[in-house]
């Protein structure tokens, strides 16, 4: 099946510093990717996705570009907030299962 | 919306013993659920899928009688530890689908955590 690296934690970042979070994949087919947020004590929230090669993903000031060619999805964010604090998850879908990476646990502080 | 709770949050049990984890979708109806198991440090595996009325679909690895879903309403689905043991501690997490967005959109509760003694 397919699998998911991605970059470990925790990652600390002061206030409106850049974010860059790894994730590669390996996958047989052509998978839709996905970036989850987990809030503490919420369930994983879709944070961005996208379904095919360079396609890019945006939502809330993040964004990862689908790499076909380095089978990459990188998660950046310009200048993160101390509420974008959470653990983030990247993900691929294929047929109809997920696989998801170990997480990465951000924390912004002021 | 589309907001999934489960109950409870934590639970410690003694080996040998049999753990319910409700899984429940507030605001809409899932046609399919799933659920998965987190170790610390690793990926969230996916262990079975269950469809409202249905028997659950196992994953490959995962024993059916050692992990009992029942997914007997269109808001519900439990999932039974039975005959719990130490190496079952881990921490489990639902997701729900209501099948318009497709077999990619689920969304996904907060987890419950098992630790058995």
């Known amino acids: 099946g397919d699998s998911v690296t991605q970059m470990e934690g925790p990652v600390t970042l002061s206030e409106e510093a850049f974010l860059t979070i790894n994730c590669t994949y390996t996958a047989t087919g052509y998978p839709s990717l996905f970036w989850y947020v987990q809030y503490p004590g919420e369930g994983l929230q879709l944070l961005l996705k996208?379904?095919?090669?360079?396609d890019k993903g945006s939502n809330k000031g993040f964004e990862a570009t689908y790499r076909k060619e380095t089978t990459s999805f990188h998660l950046e964010k310009g200048s993160v907030q101390v509420s974008d604090s959470a653990v983030y998850f990247c993900a691929t879908h294929t047929g109809n299962q997920f696989y998801f990476g170990t997480g990465t646990s951000l924390t912004v502080i002021p | 919306g589309a907001v999934v709770s489960q109950h409870p949050s934590w639970v410690i049990c003694k080996s040998g013993t049999s753990v319910k984890i409700e899984c429940r979708s507030l605001?809409?109806?899932?046609?399919?659920m799933f659920w998965y198991r987190q170790f610390p440090k690793q990926s969230l595996m996916l262990m079975a899928t269950s469809n409202e009325g249905s028997k659950a679909t196992y994953e490959q690895g995962v024993e059916k009688d050692k992990f009992l879903i029942n997914h007997a309403s269109l808001t519900l689905s439990t999932l039974t530890v039975t005959s719990a043991h130490p190496e079952d501690s881990s921490f489990y997490i639902c997701?729900?689908?209501?099948?318009?967005?497709?077999?990619?959109?689920?969304?996904f509760g907060p987890g419950t955590r098992l630790t058995v003694l």
């Open positions: 605001d809409f109806q899932a046609t399919t």
């Open positions: 997701s729900a689908s209501d099948g318009r967005g497709g077999w990619d959109t689920q969304y």
């Open positions: 996208a379904t095919k090669a360079d």
